[in-house]
Nanobody
Framework: QVQLVESGGGLVQAGGSLRLSCAAS????????MGWFRQAPGKEREFVGA????????SYADSVKGRFTVSRDNAKNTVYLQMNSLKAEDTAVYYC????????????????????WGQGTQVTVSS
């Protein structure tokens, strides 16, 4: 059993930065792949980025490459999403998720690969 709670969302101006946190309880995240997804109104949930259990591998959606960074601190049982150069199209509810499987680059971009999900945190980027 893993419970995930996102925080750090809010309103930010275009071009600004924001860091989201995902804190876990019930079980440590050290053995989990952690992913970030987002969902805007009227759109399907889409992959943002992911990080392996060791932090040695990362994956990002093309739309956020060079702007967003996923990191993790297993000692704190926390995963982060650093978002820089934010754009209006980044506006969405952001979710963190945990996957218990091994790192497979072709799989971790899909929501079905993840076993646990947070409640989401709203990120709104003003133009």
């Amino acid at each position: 059993q893993v419970q995930l709670v996102e925080s750090g969302g809010g309103l930010v101006q275009a071009g600004g930065s924001l860091r989201l946190s995902c804190a876990a309880s019930g079980r440590t995240l050290s053995s989990y792949i952690m992913g970030w997804f987002r969902q805007a109104p009227g759109k399907e949930r889409e992959f943002v980025g992911a990080i392996s259990w060791s932090g040695g591998a990362t994956s990002y959606a093309d739309s956020v490459k060079g702007r967003f960074t996923v990191s993790r601190d297993n000692a704190k049982n926390t995963v982060y999403l650093q978002m820089n150069s934010l754009k209006a199209e980044d506006t969405a509810v952001y979710y963190c998720a945990a996957a218990s499987g091994l790192w497979v680059s072709s799989k971790i971009t899909y929501a079905y690969a993840y076993d646990y999900w947070g409640q989401g945190t709203q990120v709104t980027v003003s133009s």
